[in-house]
């Protein structure tokens, strides 16, 4: 099994900031990438930004320049530093995690329980 827990979220006002952070526990499963999602009620969860094994990174056009994803795979850790945010970016933040086992080679997709972001006034 592979277990997220997040940490931050929270109300903040239009320009402010805020750090979502990640831990992933497992002993059997390689991480090959982490990241976050995020969903607004009635949509669909969507890709924020994620940062693979290799250290490649992706953001999606909405948060370019005003995200950044950091992490650290030995430890498992994964961080979104989130600025100038905008009431646009509520929403329920997942983290996410693709992992491979190593017993079985099987992939295995985990999810965090989410954490709620409001940027309002």
């Known amino acids: 099994q592979v277990q997220l827990v997040e940490s931050g979220g929270g109300l903040v006002q239009p320009g402010g900031s805020l750090r979502l952070s990640c831990a992933a526990s497992?002993?059997?499963?390689?991480?090959?990438?982490m990241g976050w999602y995020r969903q607004v009620s009635g949509y669909e969860r969507e890709m924020v930004a994620s940062?693979?094994?290799?250290?490649?990174?992706k953001y999606s056009d909405s948060v370019k320049g005003r995200f950044t994803i950091s992490g650290d795979n030995a430890k498992k850790l994964v961080s979104l530093q989130m600025s100038r945010l905008v009431p646009e970016d509520t929403g329920v933040y997942y983290c996410?995690?693709?992992?491979?086992?190593?017993?079985?080679?099987?992939?295995?997709?985990?999810w965090g329980q989410g954490t709620q972001v409001t940027v309002a006034s």
């Open positions: 940062i693979s094994s290799d250290g490649s990174i």
């Open positions: 996410h995690a693709d992992t491979i086992s190593w017993y079985t080679n099987e992939p295995y997709e985990a």
């Open positions: 497992t002993s059997v499963f390689s991480i090959l990438d």
